[in-house]
């Protein structure tokens, strides 16, 4: 059965989030693909995102908090978040951003019609400080080498699944400009086939 709806685990850093975090919680919430778990880091918050989180926390069991004692930054909050994880596949979404419904089942059909496939990505397009969509869509290429990702970081954080062993072989390194794009490269670089899904299944918000 875990072949067929693998368990996938959602890690999102938190810091100060309480104005976004909850629409980014109720697009997980409303994904299609339900075999999930939402791993959500707060790294030393002082609003009041902790008690938002916790709210949704009783009410579903998927969704569990863990809380820094200092802030520790994004990378080092996601890679917690990856060593708590018990899926065999690791998301990652900002607390500010919002997936479509369908973005983890179609990940989830792309895993079944490739199992050599270790990274998934998808198009996204953009939302504004009231949620309110551009008109803009990101296009991605189904198709992805590492010498096309070096000319340009095509994978966005929140639309990536990757499996969690190449994450806790290869963590991701201290904060410093574009570390997630570090990471990609980082796993290209060690063979790792990378697909895209050309549709805009999450939001970032600018």
């Given at each position: ?74 990378s080092k909050s996601r890679n917690r ?22 973005k983890l089942s179609e990940q989830v ?51 990536v699944i990757v499996k969690k062993f ?41």
């Open positions: 059965m875990s072949n067929v709806m693998p368990l996938i685990s959602v890690i999102m850093p938190a810091y100060n989030s309480a104005k976004y975090i909850t629409e980014a919680i109720d697009s997980v919430l409303a994904q299609t693909y339900t075999n999930w778990e939402l791993i959500i880091i707060d790294d030393g918050s002082s609003d009041n995102t902790v008690d938002i989180v916790r709210h949704f926390a009783d009410d579903d069991k998927r969704i569990s908090l863990l809380k820094n004692e200092k802030n520790l930054g994004v978040g990856v060593a708590a994880a018990r899926g065999e596949w690791i998301a990652f979404l900002d607390s500010d951003d919002v997936w479509a419904k369908h059909s792309k895993i079944h019609h490739n199992v050599d496939i270790s990274v998934i990505y998808t198009g996204y397009g953009f939302i504004n400080s009231l949620g309110i969509e551009n008109r803009y869509i990101f296009k991605v290429p189904e198709e992805l080498t590492l010498k096309k990702l070096l000319c340009q970081n095509v994978i966005s954080t929140s639309g190449l994450l806790y072989e290869l963590p991701m390194s201290e904060d410093k400009l574009h570390e997630d794009y570090i990471e990609w490269i980082r796993l290209l670089q060690k063979g790792c086939i990378a697909s895209g899904i050309n549709k805009p299944l999450h939001f970032v918000r600018v």
